[in-house]
């Protein structure tokens, strides 16, 4: 009974609580113990990528089902007589009595990440599960410590070597992300379907682009003008409201065929709309308003009573104060 206890609390205290591997002490001294021993052999040294991230974003109690995992992966592809032991929060030993060749190493790894990826999926994790690899062969006079080191020297390089190609692989990856990005803005700035003619808008984009346009007149010193286009009955007063409707919309119509497809025009009361012709001279935009009153009254009954007036600006000199 005494001689069972006291194999129970030698392998307590030899043994990971969480794992069931050999702790770090356990593995420091059977390791040092079979370096004595002839023949080769090589230490693996382990080390699961971001697991703070995991233990972060999915809690403790997955972050250790997954060291679990990871550890009966070890046991599974390793042979009883190795040395399995975890050594830190997310770090393995794996001492192979014997040594081994780099072919049967990278076989194992890979099913160790077979393995961990699946794990990490079955978890609902958002990223593959990783974990990077540090070897060294036992050499004369080694005892842990001495082979540990080297193999942990290979692991911190292979980390540093990978950070330095994700480093270059997200510069490359961040102009390829920049012009996906800008292909995507391009799209969604690009008018849709952008029917023949001149820019439709309302009256408060309208101003808006006056002002963007205005500022850059300025600079360039390039000319546009504003026409004023009042549709009304022949005592001058607005159209009665019953034909308002079919008339503006005749209008607009005629706007729209008339300017050009870099003009702008939105309406600015019942009656009116506002024009904005870009590069044009004095002459130019008063022909262009002169073009579009012919064409709208050569399509009015001579009956109706109606009287198109248009008032030509330069851009700036007029206020833009919309009529009640």
């Known amino acids: 009974m005494l001689k069972d206890e006291n194999t129970r609390l030698r392998v307590l205290a030899e043994h990971d609580w969480l794992t069931g591997l050999y702790n770090r002490r356990a593995a420091e001294a059977h390791v040092d113990e079979a370096l004595l021993k002839n023949g080769g052999g090589m230490l693996l040294v382990l080390d699961i990528d971001h697991f703070k991230q995991v233990n972060d974003r999915y809690g403790h109690l997955i972050g250790d089902a997954l060291l679990c995992e990871a550890a009966r992966t070890l046991r599974d592809i390793f042979f009883p007589r190795d040395i399995i032991g975890r050594v830190g929060g ?7 009595l014997g040594g081994c060749s780099q072919e049967a190493v990278d ?76 292909a995507l803005i391009r799209r969604e700035l690009r008018e849709k379907d952008p029917p023949k ?19 850059g007149l300025k600079r360039s010193g390039q000319s546009a003008y504003i026409i004023l286009m009042t549709l009304t009955d022949a005592q001058g007063q607005f159209v009665p409201l019953a034909a308002r409707e079919e008339y503006m919309s005749r209008l607009s119509d005629d706007l729209q065929a008339s300017l050009r497809s870099g003009d702008l ?24 308003a002169g073009r579009i009153h012919t064409r709208f009254m050569s399509r009015v009954a001579p009956d109706a009573g109606l009287l198109l007036r248009y008032d030509v600006y330069p851009m700036g000199e007029l206020p833009l104060q919309p009529k009640g």
Do not use: H
Request: hydrophobic share 40%; aromatic share 12%.
């Open 90 to 96: 997310d770090e393995f030993i794996i001492y192979i």
């Open 107 to 182: 076989g194992r790894a890979a099913q160790l990440a077979e393995r961990l990826r699946k794990a990490g999926r079955r978890y609902g994790m958002q990223w593959n599960l990783s974990f990077t690899l540090g070897l060294a062969e036992k050499q004369a006079g080694d005892d842990y410590i001495s082979l540990f080191d080297r193999a942990d020297q290979m692991l911190l390089a292979r980390k540093k070597a990978r950070r330095a190609r994700r480093a270059d692989s997200a510069d490359a990856g961040g102009e390829r992300s920049i012009c996906t990005d800008m």
């Open 197 to 215: 003619g001149a820019f439709c808008q309302d009256y408060e984009t309208f101003k808006q682009i006056y002002r963007f346009v205005e500022r």
């Open 265 to 288: 025009f939105a309406p600015y009361s019942g009656c009116q709309y506002l024009l904005m012709v870009l590069g044009a001279s004095s002459e130019n935009a008063a022909v262009i």
